[in-house]
């Protein structure tokens, strides 16, 4: 397994990013973490002319917050989001998500950018991000502009952004104090993308539902905003009658292919039973 | 396709090179420098037998470029033991407590324990297991590895090794 | 004697021998990375090959175009079946008979078969070359399903060899149809099925899957023109064997013909035959004159070296009303791929599947086996087992369980009532084997007492009860497994690779001052036999093991052998190394008695050297034996000290062992959760406790994988899928279950110090007990049998079937 020859680019500026990206045009592509186009360059599954690789440009690592949001570099990597107090304290379900990620070694290396830019539905964080109402922060040729990440999945690898614009930070709205939220990954074993997963995000009062925001991870071409079953949920209490049909309209948005991990039919109930134990861990969680 | 140029520092020595921008990681460290003591098993960063460290980070050297390690100081199984040939107390840990058999994982296992033992010096059995979760070992069944790992914090921290009651 | 003379007990520790947890030597080098495997080495001008491969299963080869990879700066050479052809080379000899493509002639079989082989200065441009070499195909109608083999149209594979109907091992039936093996008193079973009071039968699949140790195949072969000498590195478990074949394949006498398998990362039975990668590089090195290296990649490696199992096992049990087992029948239908390229002793097409009637003492019985061609690849190799033995051991294991259920009887107790006793060894099975010797009872019943069986069983009725009661969605299972192995392979009487008796061999050399090197016809790949034989050695002679090197895998020094595999090296190997040290042991007698100027039967051995019978001060311990034996030897005795033993083993060996699982099934996820497994091991003599319980490790590992996941997958069109460690099931730390392990010990009678091999008994042990426990689990909601692999979606979907 050998990849096919490239050009190799390291600038250590956006800005040269993208004009080498406008330069070296559509074979070129940009390198983040490796750890999935590096694998499809060894399979010929993929050759593009050029990798412009992002590791060293400093302005696209770290975590700070601005106001309400959080902003997370692109090329922050897992195990620094699983490391970083920001996030542990005010949105504890990325570092959550982040650990079920790969193993350590690919930790050590993915970054979030990676994670959410490439458009492969199997990535756990682009169902987080579109919970947590992220925007994206693309970088091109003609300066940047805001993409919300409910608007950025188009099909599987196939997103909002356009040829030669990479993706530079993520901003998050620091939800209220006292949320809730759980990742609930069903996955074969340690290193293997989602069986199906589901990310919930909620707020809790007198008893019921607030304010609630579902993804689904790895059961659909895309990331899947479960909108339905937000709907649903919102405002209501968590009775058996009402999860259910939550959790079947949840199931209804999904359209996952048939692989080694299992039919359609069982990756379909699995979101629906991820989403089950994603609620009731949220909502223990969060203080109403 | 032209070559590029790298700088790194590899087992506390530096190497200058000229790669092609294709060359892996682990083809450079085993062809290149003659380092054959990180292996290649899966080709797909799933096995962790090539795993070295990278400035004080555990990677896979297959899914890796040796032009993305300019700049990098890198640590092999080669380099684990002291200068003097003393042997690291993971290496006497893994002999002591029977943590390999073909040999073939042993080098990324240790060089990923090493890591793991910096970043959490007494790490229960489960923090072990998730700690070495992306390296693959056929014939050991782990239950070993994790011993070793035991046996060897425990002799950095100067305590004595206490053996989980099975 | 004086304070500073050594006491018995620590003349004995000093030597580390037999029963000693002894470090093992193997590791000062591995943990350094210091390990030499194939891939480390590099020779002068060496090339490097790599292959072009089928993207189909099954469809003629119109036309190989290789002319745009022979433009490519760097490609040296492209080799098809055409430039083979004139050689005689592009079909070689399998072990079972049969002949395999080493370059697709013509047409291509399976989906990832070798089409053709592509030398390039480096492994780079190698990979380059392969992706220019163009294939024009004509897609075929591919054989997927075993079942639809002998259908009256199912299209024909094997265009070589169409017109045979007589194949290695008898008549051939249909087309695709490779062999069908018989064995038992068909009559006499068929009557006590008719006369019997419960019957169950039930098709057992045990799935493909694959060794898959962490290093792939691969080799160097250097052929040395001027003095016309082949150099062959590669990953052998056999290197003696590749020495013949490939003097055999080559036209280069044995004599110039050089092995040499040096550290080898992990075998399993995946490094037993012989590839095509081989025999290429040896022609590319011939053709060429320079070293070739030759490297499969992981997802060759997966979709077409040697697969195991894929055998569909009808198994049938007769027994009495009170659960006397009176007959028992099965008939396997086996898919062997596209060539029938088993690693199975020339006389055995389904190995030694007729132990399939367990630890029971089974009055008749009858198997059937019938092999097939498929569109798939070749194998059938033994997966950390003795051959087919895991899959025998499955199909009794699994139909004790339906008949237990059948009769409403606990298994454990079924088990029990129809052990083979311990006074009946050795003790003749109703399929021909003569079991050497084996106290099952005393070993189940240690099992039981250890989990508290009766406390899990009544457990699991608690559970049971919650769950139907709607209060768990967690159901409990309880897996029990009693195996017999056979192995140690074998006799030279009936056992052959090749027409080469499976014997093995040890030599032994001890030099003046007490250094000993000894060299066997094995090959350790990670079983740690660099300590474990000096064990042997340092016992026998009174020799401390750290003075003792082992050596194996260089056919130049090592004496002629057949091999690691199939549990053998311990039982034949270890057995020759006990023989050998013998012989030397007689000739140092003789030297000792020469030396305290006695008769040779006035002295007598003790711990490392021989004494004068009722006067212990006066002794000479080995160091000075050895020492004599090279500057004053007795009149008339040559000097030197060494021997050579190539060892026929009498019989096979039968190791046994007990073992339990308990686990926890959410019914919900079809995630299950091994609360608890307990290995009981049977191996005879116990050599290096310490490394036995690291193959017990191993080997239960390997074996939960394969239950709950491990598959070669085969779409409807013949495409792998999953050839890569994302989807084939290899468990992390996190995943693998804690071990506990647990033993008797029953001697081997035959086996000269009384060992059985152990490296295997955890798989073949293994499986049934997961399998069981997750059909055990299930047994309340009415279920028989459900199928491997229980992977979670498998699971879930036996649940749901289930109304669960």
Not at chain 2, 52 to 76: H, P, R, Y
Not at chain 3, 601 to 616: A, M, Q, Y
């Amino acid at each position: 397994m050998i990849p096919a020859n490239f050009a190799y680019h390291s600038p250590s500026t956006v800005e040269e990013a993208v004009g080498l990206l406008a330069r070296l045009g559509d074979e070129a592509r940009a390198l983040a973490g490796g750890h999935s186009l590096i694998p499809m360059m060894k399979l010929r599954l993929s050759a593009p002319e050029a990798l412009v690789d992002l590791s060293r440009i400093a302005a696209l690592k770290g975590v700070r917050e601005e106001g309400s949001e959080v902003v997370i570099g692109a090329m922050t990597t897992q195990h620094q989001l699983l490391q970083d107090p920001i996030l542990a304290q005010t949105l504890p379900l990325i570092p959550e998500t982040s650990a079920v990620i790969a193993d350590p070694q690919i930790r050590y290396r993915g970054t979030l950018g990676g994670n959410v830019a490439n458009g492969d539905p199997g990535n756990d964080m682009p169902a987080v991000m579109m919970t947590l109402d992220a925007t994206y922060t693309l970088a091109g040729p003609n300066g940047e502009r805001a993409v919300k990440a409910r608007e950025f999945y188009q099909g599987a690898y196939f997103t909002a952004a356009e040829d030669g614009e990479i993706l530079t930070a993520v901003r998050i709205p620091v939800p209220p104090a006292g949320a809730g939220f759980a990742y609930e990954k069903l996955k074969r074993k340690v290193g293997d993308y989602a069986t199906a997963a589901a990310a919930v995000q909620l707020t809790m009062k007198a008893g019921a539902v607030e304010t609630i925001a579902i993804g689904l991870t790895n059961v659909s071409e895309t990331p899947l905003l479960a909108e339905d079953a937000m709907a649903i949920l919102a405002g209501a209490r968590l009775e058996p009658e009402v999860v259910d049909r939550a959790v079947a309209a949840a199931e209804a948005i999904t359209n996952p292919a048939s692989d080694g991990r299992g039919p359609a039919e069982y990756r379909t109930a699995m979101a629906g039973v991820m989403l089950r134990r994603a609620l009731a861990r949220a909502a223990a969680r969060a203080q109403a | 396709m032209s070559k590029v140029h790298i700088e790194l520092t590899v087992n506390g020595k530096a190497h200058e090179s000229l790669v092609e921008p294709r060359t892996l990681l682990i083809h450079y460290l085993r062809e290149d420098l003659g380092l054959t003591g990180a292996h290649i098993g899966c080709e797909t960063g799933h096995c962790g037998a090539c795993t070295v460290d990278i400035d004080g980070m555990s990677v896979k050297s297959c899914t890796m470029f040796a032009a993305q390690a300019d700049g990098a100081e890198i640590l092999t199984i080669e380099g684990v033991a002291a200068p003097d040939g003393t042997l690291h107390a993971l290496q006497e840990s893994f002999r002591e407590m029977h943590g390999l058999q073909c040999g073939y994982c042993t080098p990324g296992m240790i060089v990923r324990a090493h890591r793991l033992l910096q970043e959490n010096p007494r790490p229960t059995e489960a923090e072990i297991r998730a700690g070495i979760s992306g390296n693959l070992c056929r014939c050991t069944g782990y239950q070993n590895i994790v011993k070793a790992i035991q046996h060897a914090a425990a002799t950095l921290a100067g305590e004595p090794f206490q053996e989980a009651a099975e | 004697m004086n304070d500073m003379t050594p006491t018995r007990e620590e003349r004995e520790a000093k030597l580390q021998g037999m029963g000693c947890k002894r470090k093992r030597v193997e590791d000062v080098r591995f943990t350094q990375g210091r390990g030499q495997y194939v891939d480390d080495l590099k020779l002068p001008g060496m090339l490097f090959g790599d292959f072009v491969r089928s993207t189909y299963a099954h469809a003629r080869i119109k036309k190989i175009d290789a002319s745009a990879a022979l433009a490519l700066p760097g490609v040296k050479a492209v080799l098809t079946a055409a430039d083979l052809k004139p050689l005689n080379l592009h079909y070689m000899p399998t072990l079972a008979g049969d002949v395999q493509a080493v370059l697709a002639d013509e047409k291509v079989l399976f989906q990832g078969q070798e089409v053709a082989f592509v030398i390039a200065e480096d492994r780079y441009i190698a990979a380059d070359a392969i992706e220019l070499v163009e294939v024009e195909y004509e897609e075929l109608a591919p054989l997927v399903d075993p079942f639809q083999a002998m259908a009256e149209d199912a299209p024909l594979l094997r265009e070589d060899i169409k017109d045979k109907t007589e194949g290695a091992h008898g008549p051939r039936k249909h087309h695709n149809h490779i062999f069908e093996w018989t064995i038992g008193d068909r009559t006499g079973t068929d009557a006590a099925f008719d006369k019997a009071d419960v019957t169950i039968k039930e098709m057992l699949s045990y799935h493909r899957t694959h060794p898959s140790p962490l290093e792939t195949c691969q080799c160097v072969a250097s052929m040395d023109k001027i003095r016309g000498e082949l150099t062959l590195w590669g990953t052998f478990q056999a290197p003696h064997v590749i020495r013949t074949v490939a003097s055999m394949l080559a036209g280069i006498p044995e004599h110039k013909v050089h092995v040499i398998a040096p550290d080898i990362g992990g075998g399993f039975g995946n490094k037993v035959g012989a590839y095509p990668g081989y025999i290429c590089a040896v022609v590319a090195s011939i053709v060429l004159g320079v070293p070739v290296k030759w490297v499969e990649d992981r997802m060759e490696n997966l979709s077409a070296t040697s697969f195991a199992r894929d055998y569909h096992m009808t198994t049938e049990l007769a027994a009495t009303k009170d659960g006397t087992i009176t007959g028992m029948r099965v008939h396997v239908l086996a898919d062997h791929g596209a060539f029938d390229a088993c690693a199975d002793p020339s006389k055995w097409p389904a190995g030694f599947m007729n132990i399939c009637t367990g630890s029971y003492d089974i009055p008749v019985a009858h198997l059937a086996v019938d092999g097939v061609y498929t569109n798939k690849a070749p194998g059938g190799v033994a997966y950390r087992c003795s051959f087919r033995v895991t899959e025998a051991v499955y199909a009794i294991e699994r139909a004790i369980e339906i008949l237990a259920q059948k009769l409403g009887m606990d298994s454990a107790e079924l088990r029990m009532k129809n052990f083979i006793e311990a006074e009946q060894f050795p003790y003749n099975s109703a399929l021909g084997w003569e079991y050497d010797s084996g106290d099952y009872h005393t070993a189940m019943r240690k099992a039981l007492d250890a989990v508290g069986y009766d406390a899990l069983r009544a457990e699991q009725r608690e559970k049971r009860a919650a769950f139907e009661r709607g209060e768990t969605r967690e159901i409990m299972g309880i897996g029990l497994s009693f195996f017999t192995e056979i192995v140690g392979a074998g006799p030279t009487r009936n056992c052959d690779i090749l027409g080469i008796g499976m014997f093995d061999s040890a030599e032994i050399r001890i030099h003046p001052t007490g250094g000993v090197i000894a060299r066997m016809g094995t090959k350790s790949q990670g079983q740690g036999h660099e300590t474990t034989y000096a064990q042997i050695i340092a016992t026998e002679l009174g020799i401390p093991a750290d003075d003792i090197m082992i050596e194996e895998g260089n056919t130049d020094t090592a004496p002629y052998g057949l091999g690691t595999y199939g549990s053998r090296s311990t039982p034949v190997a270890g057995a020759a190394t006990a023989v050998a040290a013998r012989k030397i042991k007689a000739k140092a007698q003789m030297i000792a008695a020469h030396m305290l100027e006695v008769h040779h039967d006035d002295v007598e051995w003790d711990i490392d050297g021989f004494r004068v019978k009722g006067l212990p001060e006066s002794r000479k311990s080995m160091k000075e034996i050895v020492w004599a034996a090279y500057n004053q030897p007795p009149p008339n005795m040559e000097p030197g000290l060494e021997a050579v033993s190539y060892y026929d083993p009498p019989n096979m060996t039968y190791p046994f062992g007990a073992y339990v699982c308990v686990m926890d099934i959410d019914v919900d996820t079809g995630v299950y959760k091994v609360r608890r497994f307990y290995a009981l091991d049977d191996c005879g003599t116990r050599i290096n406790p310490m490394i036995i319980e690291g193959q017990v490790h191993g080997g239960l590992t390997e074996a939960f994988a394969v239950a709950m996941g491990q598959e070669i997958r085969y779409d409807e069109q013949g495409n792998v899928m999953g050839a890569s460690f994302m989807d084939f099931f290899l468990p992390t730390a996190v995943e693998t279950p804690v071990w506990e392990t647990d033993h008797t010990v029953t001697p081997s009678p035959h086996h000269p110090i009384g060992a059985k091999g152990v490296g295997e008994s955890p798989h073949v042990g293994g499986v049934p007990c997961f399998s069981n426990a997750v059909n055990d689990a299930f047994a309340f909601l009415g279920s028989t049998h459900i199928q491997m692999p229980h992977d979670h979606w498998r699971i879930w979907k036996a649940a749901r079937a289930l109304g669960a």
